[in-house]
């Protein structure tokens, strides 16, 4: 029998705070990383998180972290501010991500933003279609030799 997990907080882990939390955080978003080499680095996530650049979202039983993700405004050349979510990670999703994407919804209302976006596998595409999701846009990619 699987006992219900409850999320006692998703918060803000302002820039101030991130050095206090990266030891934990770090090994969630560097599965993210591990997975996108090439559009991701560690490090620079981290640079952008101190920096102020991005925000750390952190979701937690009170006792263990479970989700970490990473968040911002962006502005695309048309004026249309959007709320980008570049890095999504974490265990037992299904106990967070409803709360989380209320959470996220709330901070783009507060922000205008029109839209919230995300970059990621076609299980994401599938799991958040219930929620009003779609997807956008296909990344292809075809690797040069020599």
């Known amino acids: ?36 080499p090439d559009d991701l680095s560690i490090e620079k996530i981290y640079h952008r998180l101190v920096a102020g650049n991005d925000l750390l979202i ?13 968040m911002r405004i962006k502005t ?15 265990n037992k999703m299904d106990t967070w991500l409803d709360k989380f994407l209320d959470f996220a919804e709330e901070i783009a209302r507060d922000h205008q933003c029109a839209q919230i976006r995300g970059t990621g596998r076609n299980g994401w595409v599938k799991k958040l279609k219930s929620r009003g999701w779609n997807d956008m846009f296909t990344t292809i990619a075809y690797n040069v030799e020599g």
């Open 1 to 36: 029998m699987n006992a219900e997990v409850e999320i006692n907080s998703v918060s803000i882990a302002v820039c101030t705070d991130v050095d206090s939390v990266w030891s934990v955080v770090r090994p969630m978003l560097q599965k993210v990383v591990t997975q996108s």
């Open 76 to 90: 695309t050349d048309t004026g249309v501010r959007v709320l980008y979510l570049p890095v999504v990670s974490g």
């Open 58 to 70: 952190l979701i937690s039983t009170g006792t263990e972290f479970l989700a970490s993700i990473t």
